[in-house]
């Protein structure tokens, strides 16, 4: 059934009552369309009427998108310094110490009446009696553009080989090596940026900058890229050790779903920042900002998989004694194929929403950890690691602008808790 | 009842086995032998060298050299027998001494944001089920979601900025001055107490709250339109005492075990909030001591806050089988 149809048929609902002779058949044909449509379409239709977990989508969609091409979206680099190489000096690298802890530079989008946008370059001065530095805007217009040349910067997984030397003799390489032989990596590299100075040598800090002179709205957009992520790799792990432990609990019963359930109850039971705190410390302080990330998400997993379980195993419960899988089970389907075939897919949807509802914990998570320093720690740089820097109240009330980490944590957390809902409700389609 | 209560207590004794072997574990994950670390600290730092007696001493009481499990028999051994939570190195005090000052208020704190929860969810959840879709309930739904979704250690730190820049007081702390703290319990002391306590009370209540909200209101939604309430209404009972006596006490029942788990989340909450708020509570106590490599100060404060937590839930559990009689008897 095609979308017109159905809205058709609802614009025709809508109408209801003024003609009742004429509505009845199209309210039947409405309804038989109901009844065919597979259970995605009533999915969708359902969580459509979901208005705010509608537009929670499109944020989300954007957050990530922003956060896949970070670079192309930011107007500069989350760090200079480390872009630097013998070969290399980034563009505006040279301006980093004139801007230490430099407020917002607000945007002015019309110039003589044309639309140009530009920014005041700032000045540092120092009042004379209280010796304070302040920012004062100069004469100098910083002209603005879209798609212009900047820092370079890589999209992608620089790591991975789309055609690794031991696979030369691969059918699928031979192919593509004559049309695409360029592309090494599952990555490109580029300079071009949605929106940024037009000369790469201008300052430009949209968002202000940090207390070394970077620029904090470029960084915002880079560290989205991990805390983004963490949320996504830790429910996955999450889910991997939910499902298994839930599905046990629940499929084979007894002692072993006897000590999954204590175990969740015990896991439940200690308050999840301390120990999260006491293991992100145990972790070596020297290692591979990798593994430091990978470290965190197992930790924040680790207390997170007891939710997603009793989700699976409440489900496992409840439909062993249905109907279809009764009937599989006298069809002679091996216990696996059920399981699979029959039993996942019937509450796959239920694991979804509450995967969404699981996400934003896992962020807050992350940042609260890196807020207090034990988390990731730079060069990684995460909305918590940026919010280290205003762990001071001090420091906030001065330079304020070093809380939008805070407001990105904000807006992606409301979107998810919102999404969770819309696809809860949508879940169970033939619930009114 | 009383059955119920005493199997309730037999049964924490293992989970708070488990809970302790697991916090023993993990305040022994740094590489390395914390008291090994702290004997060569001291010496490089002030030229301490241990004698030969004292480290004998250590063997006997922390089982310094002895493997694993011997110590965590030790460890546990002295906390369940003789209230010897072991030695704060980094404090120069007995760890338990630190502690004894730290808890009361952190469970003062850790109640008081309990209540201020329950108070304001129970009454605004009941409001936006019964007054579905009107303006109450969307204004409070709006403000669960923001308070839902703000970290609050980000509300912490935000109410302490607006403290200081538009009411020029200071949000931190929990006393007006050191001295106060100091000082020995008086009215006056009390006093002090409450009128700090209620803003960290606030900001770690506030997520709980936003939860609890929507668990009641939902709840209580599923109850409203079932046919009994149609049935009381028809017999013609004041609305008020319907409620009351029918559909809320059905909607009690997720609400009062969802609070199991709130005092695990509140005590989290707290802290990190008592972090940014340098309150005198476990939070920032037991970041240091975990940053410190102080084994037994830090440890002692996990065991301590989990074993709050499970007290919590056998508290709610008791007021879940209060209220439910088919628990109480059911298996």
Redesign the interface.
């Known amino acids: 059934m095609t979308t017109e149809a159905k809205n058709e048929a609802q614009d025709i609902s809508e109408e209801g009552g003024v003609d009742l002779a004429a509505e009845i058949p199209v309210m039947g044909e409405a309804a038989e369309r109901f009844a065919m449509a597979p259970q995605w379409q009533l999915m969708w239709w359902k969580f459509r009427r979901h208005r705010l977990a509608l537009v929670s989508l499109v944020v989300i969609i954007i957050l990530y998108t922003v956060a896949i091409f970070a670079g192309f979206f930011a107007p500069k680099s989350a760090d200079p310094t480390e872009l630097q190489t013998p070969s290399y000096t980034p563009p505006g690298y040279a301006h980093q110490t004139e801007y230490i802890n430099a407020p917002p530079m607000p945007i002015h989008w019309i110039d003589n009446g044309t639309f140009a946008p530009y920014v005041y370059a700032f000045k540092k001065t120092r009042d004379p009696k209280t010796l304070v530095e302040t920012f004062v805007a100069t004469d100098t217009k910083i002209r603005l553009g879209f798609f212009v040349p900047g820092d370079r910067y890589t999209v992608g997984f620089s790591s991975v080989p789309v055609c690794p030397p031991e696979w030369s003799e691969n059918a699928i390489c031979k192919l593509i090596d004559p049309v695409l032989g360029f592309v090494k990596t599952l990555a490109f590299t580029a300079d071009i940026h949605l929106f940024g100075p037009i000369n790469p040598e201008d300052p430009f800090y949209p968002a202000g900058a940090d207390d070394v002179g970077r620029d904090v709205f470029s960084r915002l957009i880079y560290a989205s890229q991990v805390s983004l992520s963490v949320g996504l790799v830790g429910v996955f792990l999450s889910l991997l050790l939910g499902i298994f432990l839930g599905g046990l609990s629940g499929l084979v019963g007894g002692w072993v779903d006897n000590l999954i359930q204590?175990t969740i109850?015990?896991l439940?039971?200690?308050?999840?920042?301390?120990?999260w705190?006491?293991?992100a410390?145990?972790m070596?302080p020297r290692l591979d900002p990798v593994y430091v990330y990978f470290g965190v998400t197992i930790i924040l997993s680790l207390l997170r998989w007891t939710d997603l379980a009793r989700v699976v195993r409440g489900k496992f419960l409840s439909l062993r004694e249905d109907d279809f899988v009764t009937a599989a089970e006298l069809d002679g389907v091996p216990r696996g194929r059920i399981i699979m075939r029959h039993m996942v897919p019937s509450f796959m949807s239920h694991i979804i929403a509450q995967m969404t509802l699981s996400i934003?914990g896992m962020i807050?998570g992350e940042?609260?950890l890196s807020?207090?320093g034990?988390g990731l720690r730079p060069p990684v740089v995460s909305w918590g690691v940026m919010?280290n820097k205003?762990?001071d109240?001090v420091v906030?009330?001065n330079k304020?602008w070093l809380?939008l980490p805070?407001l990105a944590?904000?807006v992606t957390?409301?979107a998810f808790?919102?999404l969770g809902d819309g696809l809860r409700d949508a879940a169970d389609p033939y619930h009114v | 009842m009383l059955t119920y209560i005493l199997r309730r207590l037999l049964y924490m004794i293992?989970?708070m086995f488990?809970?302790s072997i697991?916090v023993f574990l993990?305040?022994q994950?740094?590489?390395g032998d914390p008291i090994t670390k702290m004997i060569e600290n001291q010496r490089l730092q002030q030229g301490r060298v241990f004698s030969e007696k004292d480290i004998e001493m250590m063997q006997a009481r922390f089982g310094y050299g002895d493997p694993l499990p011997v110590q965590y028999t030790k460890w546990i051994g002295n906390i369940v027998l003789r209230g010897d939570f072991g030695y704060s190195f980094y404090k120069r005090e007995e760890a338990g001494k630190v502690i004894a000052d730290l808890m009361p208020l952190t469970i003062a704190i850790s109640l008081g944001s309990f209540i201020f929860t329950w108070i304001v969810a129970l009454p605004i959840g009941v409001l936006s089920a019964v007054r579905q879709y009107s303006i109450a309930d969307y204004v409070f739904t709006f403000i669960g979601?923001?308070g839902?979704?703000?970290?609050n250690?980000?509300l912490a730190?935000?109410l302490?900025?607006l403290g200081?820049?538009t009411f020029h007081t200071s949000f931190?702390g929990l006393f007006s001055s050191a001295e106060i703290q100091q000082a020995p319990w008086s009215l006056a002391k009390v006093w002090d107490l409450l009128k700090h306590a209620w803003v960290p009370m606030v900001v770690i209540g506030t997520g709980g709250t936003a939860g609890l909200i929507r668990i009641m209101r939902a709840n209580l939604l599923d109850e409203l339109h079932k046919p009994y309430v149609e049935t009381a209404r028809a017999k013609g009972l004041s609305e008020m005492r319907l409620l009351v006596k029918y559909p809320l006490r059905h909607a009690m029942n997720p609400f009062v075990s969802g609070f199991a788990?709130l005092l695990?989340?509140l005590?989290?909450?707290e802290?990190?909030v008592a972090?940014?708020m340098n309150l005198p509570t476990e939070g920032p106590t037991?970041?240091n001591s975990?940053?410190n490599l102080d084994v037994y100060l830090?440890g002692g404060?996990?065991l301590l806050?989990?074993f709050m937590?499970?007290i919590s839930?056998l508290l709610s559990d008791i007021l879940l089988a209060w209220l439910d009689p088919r628990i109480r008897y059911g298996n």
């Open positions: 204590r109850e015990v439940r039971a200690i308050p999840d920042i301390p120990l705190m006491a293991l410390i145990a070596p934003p807050l940042s609260a807020f207090l034990v919010l205003a762990i109240v906030v009330i304020p809380l805070g944590i904000f957390i409301l808790n919102f | 293992p989970v488990i809970i697991l993990t305040i994950l740094p590489p979601f923001i839902l979704a703000i970290p250690f980000l730190l935000i302490l900025v200081l820049t931190t788990y695990p989340y005590v989290a909450g802290a990190i972090i940014v037991l970041l975990l940053l830090g404060i996990l806050i989990s937590t499970l839930t």
